[in-house]
């Protein structure tokens, strides 16, 4: 029979175990980093390199966005992308930390790095978001170079276009395709970012979800992270990211918050749903991950201590 005094002893060890890390509750996994897109693969890796020596999730998400607008083989995001039906390559970007601060630029030409402008915008300026010229005279204020976006074959691509001009995205073709980056480092803090060159051949001045906090990119650090991707108007119409993390804050695991906000998309207009791609990723602070979209077809990669990799998104259709 168990003594008193020594129920008493086993009782304090035990409270001894459950205080110590990892015996009962497990703990985050930390760091990782989870990025839109076969092209995320490499963006990862430069995140990696961040968050492996102990960095901070906002320079990862920057660095491997960065990695991404400097790929001329991503036609989509930065350098080379396919311009507008007029023939003019314009970028959309944010960036948000683990405090909340955020920063944006829609509608900005000329400069590669739209990412880092947005980070700039954040860091310098009591502002969220700045466009169109604005966003270029601050930028090459601050020491960004002017170049060049479009790229021959990009240009020859838009030229192919303009014969029958025809506006229908397809879907999962990389015509639309966002890269969110989304992070948790060591520290345990978050942060996510997102940079596109938005729809191919789209109208001129035309912005998507990318650059709105709360839409395309959506970061609060007692909850978790989104991001999205896919035809933007579909996200904005019901602020998707931001719906997605206080959807994990109400309990719903990563992926289950972003199958809820594709239901959502989906039963506002069930015809049109049908007919374009939108896609959501999420973590939240334990180290949890998710991913659901539209239409088949959607992927993102994952890098944590045991590597990197590609996963296919569940789909609705």
């Known amino acids: 029979m ?3 005094r020594e129920f008493i002893r086993m009782s304090a060890v035990g409270a001894g175990l459950a205080a ?11 760091p990782i980093v989870l990025s839109t897109w076969n092209f995320g693969l490499t963006a990862n890796e430069a ?8 960095g901070r999730a906002l320079d990862a ?11 001329p083989r991503v036609n989509t995001v930065g350098f080379g992308s396919l311009p507008d039906r007029d023939g003019k390559v314009t970028l959309d970007a944010c960036i948000m930390d ?7 630029v829609a509608f900005l030409q000329h400069i590669e790095h739209p990412i880092s402008v947005a980070r700039k915008v954040m860091e310098t300026t009591p502002h969220v978001m700045l466009v169109g010229e604005g966003a270029l005279q601050f930028a090459l204020a601050n020491g960004f ?11 020859k691509a838009w030229k192919a276009w303009l014969k029958t001009a025809e506006y229908k995205p397809v879907i999962n073709a990389e015509n639309h395709d966002t890269i969110g980056i989304i992070a948790l480092d060591q520290s345990g803090n978050l942060s996510g970012a997102c940079t596109t060159s938005g729809l191919a051949y789209k109208m001129h001045g035309r912005v998507g979800d990318s650059p709105i906090i709360g839409a395309g990119l959506y970061v609060d650090n007692e909850v978790g992270a989104a991001t999205a991707t896919g035809v933007g108007e579909e996200v904005i119409r019901i602020v998707g990211c931001h719906l997605v993390v206080e959807l994990m804050r109400q309990g719903r695991s990563p992926q289950d918050a972003c199958r809820e906000a594709v239901e ?3 039963k506002k207009n069930p015809t049109k749903a049908r007919g374009v791609q939108v896609g959501f990723l999420a973590l939240n602070r334990s180290g949890e991950y998710g991913a659901w979209c539209l239409q088949k077809g959607f992927n993102f990669a994952v890098h944590d201590n045991s590597g990197n990799r590609m996963i296919d998104s569940d789909s609705k259709f």
């Not at 110590?20 to 930390?30: E, R, Y």
């Not at 998400?61 to 790929?71: P, Y």
């Not at 683990?98 to 944006?104: D, I, P, Q």
Request: hydrophobic residues 25%.
């Open 145 to 155: 170079p002017k170049r060049k976006l479009l790229t021959p074959e990009s240009e």
């Open 98 to 104: 683990e405090h909340g601060n955020c920063g944006s």
């Open 2 to 4: 168990t003594t008193r």
């Open 47 to 54: 995140a990696w390199k961040v968050l492996s020596s102990g």
């Open 20 to 30: 110590l890390p990892g015996t009962l509750k497990a703990q985050p996994k930390k």
């Open 61 to 71: 998400v920057e660095a491997g966005a960065r990695h991404t607008e400097s790929n």
């Open 264 to 266: 959502r998309i989906a």
